[in-house]
């Protein structure tokens, strides 16, 4: 072995933080308000045993188990069992994901991009770079647990103890560090940047689905996910502490293995061989239209399986809906009762409302991606040749509607399925389908919006996203948070009508119609007349 | 007949005028080196000449037709390499080559095949393991793979190795010898002069010599190397004589085209042992106008003929 090999680490440490000096806080305050505010809100949602105890007995089926993990202290359900059943799991995903985005950022991505040879050609060890990353992201999800630990502590709740609270801090810190040690390995395998960060959530998704399939059938199963041993903790219940120095032993095996890889392979190169790909192009992908769809390929697919899956587990709760309502403040304020419908039915209204928003995502993502093509200057190798800017527009353009259609169909397919097999009085799937299928002009309009952006202010078409998420704020917590009702009216989802509570009003549709026909139509037009930049 | 033509281009970015009357003509057959510094607007121009950038004024006309309202149409006829190809990271070169051509309309199979192999390509890699050179390559395959009237070429071998440089020089030789029309802008000044039949400089946004290589050289000096069998003497007070150094026995000196003449009948009564001269590359012609942004260009220059 050479020698210095973690010469001036402290300086590339300093250069990381640097480079990062907004994003680690961004991250941190986000997730340590989150955690710290539903913490808070628990106590004034549920505010007695009682209520705490009925919302424990809908938690005891195998979905919610599935999905939150295992119920530790369901017979004497206090916030704090309540707050580690119910956001620990998910909380620490956010951070195996944080830990997994900045890994990367700063091994393979900053490799790839040529930036380490540049470092390597200095005096700098070898392992410099590696060693000052993990050292940083250490750091910060130690302070991210002494953050949630102190603050859910100073909440000065009865039933969150310092002990437990630094545990439930030490419990995300400790996802943080498994991960970043599972990425900086990846980093050492894979070849590509793309490839680490999905290597890495793969890993995510085995652990959590592991820990999900584990929880529900055998437990054993559960010990081979890191995210198991992180529920196995039973924060605020019994408080042990042995699951976290057992993961942050596996992530220092795993940080030296990834140390030991770094040391011994050359600058660029991957354990994982890419493998060498097509010679000629397949005739789906000579097109315009061919090439959009394969550069979205991936992405398509999992937002197809992702929004399939979302709509069913809002499916497996339809069972136990109407007693977890009767005796809950929050949703009877979400949801003022109607006479003539369920409450299941409902509920529907506002989980389509939800669902339809969602599933806009993928769609805005197709749109956006003209855009994103033609910031890397890679539109201009289409338009230099025989494509007009219409069928390059065009392309984008259908693939969003496409799969906007196709994601909504398929998040409403799955909570029918889903749903029907667990209520007693299913709900016919017509109803359920035409329930999701209303809000598609919202999403045209969405859509059209991207497409106007792109074509008037393509630097500001980040826009979209805000007014997306302004939505989702006004339409899923305008009641509970009693907004005016002139906040609501500014978002289209505001505008579908709320089916099969309300009757299908078609002018009101047309309308949202027409609309976002005009705004597509003026996107369009200016982006054929403007400068492509880039 | 002239190919590509472009009357009087203004391109206005804000406040900023990045082309101050660009005017610029291809005609059938030729090759148009396009030179001038980094920012002079040679990227501006071809970016116009491609309906990418709308010009703010003036008019731009390949194959007489407007190259913003029929770009499309153009660009069936036209090939284009960028100086800086970004390509998709997960598509293999074989696949973008095949799109490129696909796009364009025409499809020549075996031309492509050929071209790989001159070119030593590994079609099979995908883009994001490229280097510079290799990306370059992909670009310059897929143009010369189509049946084009004009190529445009942005700067094309930038990263080619001179080997590759060498196979890039024959294929644009190999166009011309087909009647096909080329733009050529570039850095590589002996590669301009090897390929093209006539050069535009622009600076700052305008064109500021427009010509065949033998006119342009007859805007600027020609160097002399002479020993004469008496001593050379009062050569410095000749009109157009510049620069005279003293080396062993023979007197070097720069002299201005008009002159050369009168200069050499005074040198010849000295009696002339031996006489070099060498034309001035078009690497002086550059120096000369680049180093001259403080200095007047002389008058007379744009497009004198």
Redesign the interface.
């Given at each position: 072995m050479s020698k210095q090999l973690y010469k001036n680490t402290r300086i590339l440490s300093g250069l990381i933080v640097r480079r990062d000096r907004v994003r680690i806080p961004v991250w941190l305050i986000s997730l340590s308000t989150l955690t710290i505010i539903v913490a808070a809100s628990f106590t004034d949602l549920y505010k007695n045993e009682g209520e705490r105890q009925a919302i424990a007995e809908t938690m005891r089926n195998p979905a919610m188990t599935a999905m939150v993990g295992q119920g530790y202290g369901l017979e004497n359900y206090t916030n704090g069992a309540m707050m580690a059943h119910q956001m620990l799991l998910f909380t620490a995903m956010a951070v195996a994901i944080m830990s997994i985005l900045l890994v990367v950022r700063h091994t393979r991505a900053d490799e790839?991009d040529g930036r380490i040879e540049i470092i390597r050609a200095l005096p700098a060890g070898r392992l410099a770079n590696l060693n000052s990353t993990i050292l940083v992201l250490f750091g910060v999800n130690v302070l991210l647990a002494l953050i949630v630990g102190f603050g859910l502590n100073a909440l000065g709740i009865e039933s969150m103890d310092l002990e437990g609270s630094l545990l439930y801090g030490a419990a995300i810190g400790a996802t943080g560090m498994i991960f970043t040690a599972i990425t900086a390995l990846f980093a050492q395998l894979s070849?590509?940047s793309?490839g680490t960060i999905g290597f890495s959530i793969t890993i995510l998704l085995i652990a959590y689905l592991l820990r999900a399939v584990g929880d529900v059938s055998n437990e054993a199963l559960s010990w081979l996910s890191p995210l198991g041993w992180i529920l196995g903790s039973e924060v605020y219940v019994n408080n042990y502490w042995w699951p976290i120095f057992l993961t942050v032993g596996v992530a220092s095996i795993l940080v030296v293995l990834s140390l030991y890889l770094n040391a011994i392979r050359d600058l660029e190169a991957g354990f994982l061989r890419?493998k060498?790909?097509?010679?000629?192009?397949?005739p789906f992908?000579?097109?315009?239209l061919g090439?959009a769809l394969?550069?979205q390929r991936t992405g398509l697919i999992a937002w197809a399986v992702g929004t399939f899956i979302l709509g069913g587990s809002y499916g497996s709760v339809l069972g136990d809906l109407e007693s977890f309502f009767a005796d809950n403040d929050m949703m009877k304020n979400l949801l003022p009762p109607v006479e003539g419908f369920s409450l299941t039915e409902q509920f529907l209204t506002m989980l389509m409302s939800v669902i339809s928003m969602i599933c806009t995502i993928p769609p805005l993502m197709a749109m956006l991606k003209l855009k994103g093509e033609e910031s890397?200057?890679?539109t201009?190798?289409?338009?230099?040749?025989?494509?007009?800017r219409i069928r390059l527009m065009g392309s984008y353009f259908v693939i969003s509607i496409v799969s906007g259609f196709a994601m909504l169909s398929l998040a409403a397919i799955g909570l029918g399925a889903v749903g029907n097999s667990v209520m007693e009085e299913g709900i016919a799937f017509g109803r359920l389908y035409s329930a999701a299928m209303v809000y598609l002009p919202a999403m045209w309009i969405m859509i059209g919006l991207a497409a106007l952006l792109i074509g008037v202010a393509p630097k500001l078409s980040g826009i979209v996203w805000a007014y997306l998420t302004y939505s989702f704020f006004v339409v899923y917590l305008g009641g509970l948070l009693q907004l005016p009702e002139w906040m609501s009216t500014l978002s289209p989802y505001n505008h579908i009508p709320k089916v099969p509570v309300e009757e299908i009003d078609y002018m009101k549709l047309f309308i949202l119609t027409i609309v976002a026909i005009v705004i597509i139509a003026v996107g369009f037009i200016q982006y054929k007349?403007?400068?492509?930049q880039g | 007949m002239s190919v590509l033509k472009t009357t009087n281009l203004i391109k206005r970015f804000g406040a900023f005028t990045a082309l101050d009357g660009v005017n610029i003509e291809v005609n059938e057959g030729e090759v148009y080196g396009f030179i001038g510094p980094n920012g002079a607007g040679k990227s501006t121009t071809i970016r116009l000449l491609l309906g990418i950038l709308k010009a703010t004024e003036g008019e731009a006309r390949i194959f007489g037709m407007d190259v913003w309202e029929d770009a499309v149409d153009i660009h069936k006829r036209i090939a284009y390499v960028p100086g800086d190809v970004n390509l998709w990271p997960n598509l293999t070169g074989g696949e973008v080559i095949d799109l490129f051509v696909k796009l364009r309309g025409s499809n020549n199979k075996s031309r492509r095949e050929e071209l790989i192999k001159k070119f030593d390509l590994d079609p099979s890699k995908k883009c994001r393991t490229y280097s510079k050179g290799n990306r370059q390559k992909v670009a310059l395959i897929s143009a010369f793979s189509s049946d084009a009237d004009l190529y445009i070429l942005d700067e094309p071998t930038s990263g080619l190795d001179p080997l590759m440089e060498r196979v890039f020089q024959e294929c644009v030789l190999e166009a011309k010898s087909t009647g096909k029309s080329v733009i050529l802008s570039s850095h590589i000044l002996s590669e301009v002069e090897r390929l093209c039949d006539k050069v535009g400089i622009i600076r700052q946004g305008k064109m500021i010599e427009t010509g065949t290589l033998n006119e342009l050289r007859h805007l600027t000096r020609t160097s002399l190397a002479v020993e004469t069998k008496q001593p050379l003497i009062n050569l410095n007070e000749m009109r157009g004589v510049h620069g005279v150094e003293k080396k062993d026995r023979a007197l070097s000196f720069q002299v201005d085209a008009e002159e050369l003449d009168n200069v050499i009948k005074y040198v010849s009564r000295f009696g002339i042992l031996s006489l070099v001269s060498t034309p001035p590359t078009l690497e002086d012609l550059f120096m000369r106008h680049y180093e001259g942004a403080g200095k007047t260009p002389k008058a007379g220059v744009g497009g004198a003929k």
């Open positions: 790839e070849e590509s793309r890419a060498s790909g097509r010679k000629k192009a397949s992908l000579l097109s315009p090439l394969r550069l890397k200057n890679r201009e190798h289409l338009l230099s040749r025989a494509v007009s007349n403007r400068d492509i | -």
